[in-house]
């Protein structure tokens, strides 16, 4: 303690305990900095558990309650907004508890490669991780590959001719054996799988020793002569307050760089800037400060450390100013060296050690560590200190390739580097997948959605969607086909689908597969259906109705046929799961049936299952999908057994809709005179519903005039919210008296928030949830359905399906 008081340090644990302990890591070395903790274990308890007042359990406690930065709630808001495609990412400790608990909730955002075979995980599973629901942990695994290097001899050889060209590894004079002892190691291995472009992220060392992942990760993926490691804190409002914006905090170089010259830390300081930049939304932080800090102040000593932080600050400076040129995330950085720890924290410091009498800088979101030891103890110091902070390690110079863990990480830990990473390398790119078909396959998939007077197609290979369009078809386009079924146009349509895959590099040839979107066939369950000969020739015929959707089904028939390949049909609009007593009218003749939004909502109903880790049919939910039409439906483990005639209007009116009308008088309108049989059916579809009440069915001009005040549209939207609100509640009794888990809102209409806000007001008293998917999202759901069959999760269905 005395070196301490000789170095000041009362006056600065006066102001701030944890200051003062950042000074310490500065002035002592790894060891003695070590020795000191452990020896004046009550001086070390005071800087970090308030002090004494509260015991550590207690403090940890206090600490869970304290507000926190939800960061990795920003990094799945971030990632989900920028893409939808999952990478493929290798997990070397397959059968860790901590990996895989980690595991359940990453699925959605990659596609895991275990390095281990399928009954070993699922043993340890059973063995660790017995509080882990079933549904959770079949809904993960599902999407997993599995490979054990051991029994992988292929691959091995693969890889390990690769890695024999190395010039390091040629120097080792290996024998075969060696070599292929070597590889097949799941380390190694994960990490050639991605060296190699069999996958795109290898995620170690948990479990694995730094020899056998952390270096060679370094070594094989390191893409130019530099890398580093950032260590990144969010730490709880029980952390010293104002220390860093908003408590988080980046340091670096934490593992990697051992010797340094001005250079290296130049490179470092700029580098784990730039991570912090990039992890750190500009919109909580606007300006990364970061500070290169030192025993001595602006240089004032010339020992050999601060004259290396004073020149690394200097070279540093001039690489953030010359890449702030051509490249904006550098603009809202601003790096200082040669700081003083305790000026770099704090305001009251920082007017003591002035010179010039310049106002404090600011707290900083980095600290760039002098040498690899303080930057190490001060990620395991805060990672000790705050045991329920958030904290993770990123790598800088792997090309966002590798993940490191370190041995004593938890789940959450795991979690954290992952999405880390995912979010650093889909700002670097634009997320695809880059790895090879090793893994998973990735299958090109044509998807075919007819309009009445365009046909959007897609081309997916695998989850990456390749391009979209939407083909129009002009007037003068159509007229040949005037007063003629539908059906007629599938050549013409057909030939201009083979015009926009020529014009977009797509060789037909390579096609595997077709998804058509579903026609009016006879009513049949939910899932993915093979078109054969008699789905097609029905749709041809129009037996079960005449709609631009049923061209979907013919025209993948009729390619599947060129091309010798299967085209599918997905949830179609007329999918029937209802159960007889929902079927029944007061009229005999007259039963219900539905057509509806399937498509749509069956997918947003797996979404939702997706994003809380379980499986569709192991949820009761409420789907509401407001579009051109309102369909509202009750999802039942998995089944669809109540659900309206969106098409005809039954329901609530829409843009253009009537809805369900009242009986008697539209039996005496009917027979009026007023209207033929055509002009009717035009009322209650096409030009009854707003369009009738208010002149247009453009419902972002509704809202707005609705908003002005405007007496007629605040009437009709009221009007609207309420009767949706009412018919979602009349679902209830369809699930048995059970629990429902969510309630669904998707279609165009979902984007708006007034809308969204009164039905949730009218819905409240059922005291669940409201979740919103805006838009249509028919395209993708197309191409996954079919994928779930290539894949080998679903089974093709076989038109007409078995009673």
């Keep these: 303690m005395s070196r301490l ?176 002892a070597e590889v097949s190691s799941p380390g190694l291995f994960g990490i050639l799988a991605v060296s190699l472009g069999h996958a795109d992220i290898v995620v170690g060392g948990a479990a694995l020793s730094p020899r056998q992942y952390y270096r060679p990760m370094i070594d094989l993926l390191k893409v130019d002569d530099f890398c580093c490691e950032t260590g990144i804190f969010v730490l709880p409002d029980t952390h010293t307050p104002d220390c860093y914006p908003h408590n988080i905090v980046a340091f670096g170089d934490v593992g990697v760089n051992a010797e340094l010259t001005p250079e290296l830390l130049a490179k470092i300081a700029v580098s784990t800037c730039v991570v912090a930049r990039e992890i750190i939304p500009n919109d909580l932080v606007e300006t990364i400060r970061g500070v290169l800090v030192s025993y001595s102040h602006n240089g004032a000593d010339d020992e050999p450390s601060p004259e290396l932080v004073n020149k690394a600050s200097t070279l540093a400076a001039e690489i953030a100013s010359e890449r702030s040129q051509s490249e904006d995330i550098y603009k809202s950085i601003a790096l200082k060296g040669a700081v003083k720890a305790s000026v770099a924290l704090s305001a009251r410091a920082a007017v003591y050690h002035s010179q010039d009498g310049a ?210 049909i997905v949830d179609p609009g007329i999918v029937d799961e209802m159960e007889m007593r929902a079927r029944l009218t007061g009229i005999k003749e007259m039963p219900r049936r539905t057509v509806w939004h399937a498509l749509n909502q069956l997918a947003v109903a797996r979404r939702y299952a997706s994003d809380n880790e379980t499986l569709y049919d192991k949820l009761n939910l409420i789907v509401c999908h407001m579009g051109g039409g309102v369909s509202y439906a009750a999802h039942y483990h998995g089944r669809t057994v109540d659900a309206n005639n969106a098409l005809e209007g039954e329901g609530p009116f829409s843009p253009e809709r009537a809805g369900t009308l009242p009986r008697g008088p539209l039996i005496d309108l009917c027979f009026s005179g007023k209207y033929t049989h055509a002009e009717m059916k035009r009322l209650i579809r096409g030009a009854g519903g707003m369009i009738s009440y208010v002149g247009t069915s453009n419902f972002k001009e509704i809202e707005d005039r609705m908003q002005a005040g405007e007496e007629e549209f605040v009437t009709i939207f009221e009007a609207f919210s309420y009767q949706v609100a009412k018919a979602i509640a009349s679902l209830i009794p369809a699930f048995n008296g059970e629990p429902i888990d969510q309630i669904i809102l998707t279609g165009g209409m979902a984007r708006s928030k007034c809308l969204i806000s009164k039905i949730s007001h009218y819905l409240s008293w059922l005291n669940v949830g409201v979740t919103v998917y805006p838009g249509e999202h028919e395209m993708k759901a197309l191409a996954t359905g079919v994928l779930r069959v290539l894949y080998g999760r679903e089974k093709a269905l076989q038109y007409p399906p078995e009673v």
Aim: a neutral charge; charged letters at 20%; one cysteine or more.
């Design 359 to 568: 106002s404090w800088d600011g707290a900083p979101s980095v600290i760039i560590c002098p040498n690899l030891e303080m930057g190490n103890m001060l990620y395991y110091l805060y990672a000790y200190s705050y045991p329920d902070s958030k904290h993770f390690t990123v790598m800088y110079g792997l090309d966002s390739r590798g993940v490191s863990l370190a041995s004593d990480c938890t789940s959450e830990d795991v979690r954290l580097a992952v999405k880390a990473t995912l979010l650093r390398r889909l700002q670097h790119s634009s997320g695809a997948s880059v790895a090879s078909e090793t893994f998973f396959k990735r299958p090109l998939v044509l998807v075919i959605n007819p309009g009445s007077t365009t046909t959007k197609i897609s081309v997916y290979r695998g989850e990456d969607e390749l391009f979209v369009k939407e083909i129009p078809h002009l007037p003068a386009d159509l007229a040949p086909f005037a007063g003629k079924p539908v059906s007629t146009q599938f050549n013409f349509r057909k030939e201009m689908i083979m015009i926009s895959l020529r014009e977009n590099g797509i060789d037909p040839g390579e096609i595997v597969a077709i998804a058509g979107r579903g026609g009016l066939t006879a009513p049949i369950p939910h899932g993915t259906y093979l078109v054969n000969k008699r789905m097609n020739d029905e749709l041809l015929e129009a037996k079960h109705g005449d709609h631009a959707c049923n061209l979907g089904a013919i025209i993948g028939y009729a390619m599947s046929q060129d091309l010798g390949i299967p085209a599918y």
């Design 5 to 180: 008081r000789q170095r000041g340090w009362p006056q600065l644990a006066e102001e701030s305990k944890f200051n003062a302990c950042c000074v310490l890591t500065c002035t002592l070395t790894y060891n003695a900095a070590l020795t000191f903790m452990n020896e004046q274990c009550q001086c070390f308890r005071s800087l970090t558990y308030k002090h004494c007042r509260i015991s550590k359990q207690d403090y940890i406690e206090k600490g869970k309650s304290a507000h926190m930065y939800d960061i990795e709630s920003a990094f799945e808001r971030q990632i989900l907004a920028s893409s939808t495609v999952r990478p493929i990412v290798v997990f070397t400790e397959a059968t860790d508890p901590r990996i895989l608990e980690a595991l359940v909730p990453l699925v959605r955002f990659v596609r895991p490669v275990l390095l281990a075979s399928e009954e070993d995980v699922r043993a340890a599973l059973s063995r660790e991780l017995s509080g882990i629901s079933s549904d959770r942990l079949e809904f993960a695994l599902g999407d997993c590959a599995f490979v054990d290097p051991a029994k992988s001899s292929e691959l091995v050889q693969k890889f390990a001719a690769e890695y024999a060209k190395l010039p390091s590894v040629q120097k080792r004079n290996l024998t075969s054996e060696q070599l292929l």
